[in-house]
């Protein structure tokens, strides 16, 4: 599956963004969809997940309160609201798939290309 992502950019803390993933995959039914940054100078880290079929979602602390994640069936599109922005959630975004029944924040196996994510003080 190829995944697409788009809708960073350059917000102010506080302000919002929707985060779009694109996937090229017909049938997602059997699919997790996940989530994950890397700020400069750090690790990758786990934001947020989906399971498709049920909807079932899981969030990393750093998200919870702040971040909702959806999915679109129509689209096959899967969203990462962000509110409340802060400097620290500054980092390249990523989307990924799976369709392992492993844990939903690990053993991704596709993965988007990233968007560029810039939250100023």
């Known amino acids: 599956v190829q995944l697409q992502a788009s809708g960073g950019g350059l917000v102010q803390a506080g302000g919002s963004l929707r985060l779009s993933c694109a996937a090229s995959?017909?049938?997602?039914?059997?699919?997790?969809m996940g989530w994950f940054r890397r700020a400069p100078g750090k690790e990758r880290e786990f934001v947020a997940a989906?399971?498709?079929?049920?909807?079932?979602?899981d969030y990393a602390d750093s998200a919870k309160g702040r971040f909702t994640i959806s999915r679109d069936n129509a689209k096959n599109t899967v969203y990462l609201q962000m509110n409340s922005l802060k400097p620290e959630d500054t980092a390249v975004y990523y989307c990924?798939?799976?369709?392992?029944?492993?844990?939903?924040?690990?053993?991704?196996?596709?993965w988007g290309q990233g968007t560029l994510v810039t939250v100023s003080s």
């Open positions: 995959e017909r049938t997602l039914i059997r699919y997790v």
């Open positions: 990924a798939a799976k369709f392992k029944t492993s844990a939903m924040r690990v053993d991704y196996d596709y």
């Open positions: 989906i399971r498709w079929y049920d909807g079932s979602t």
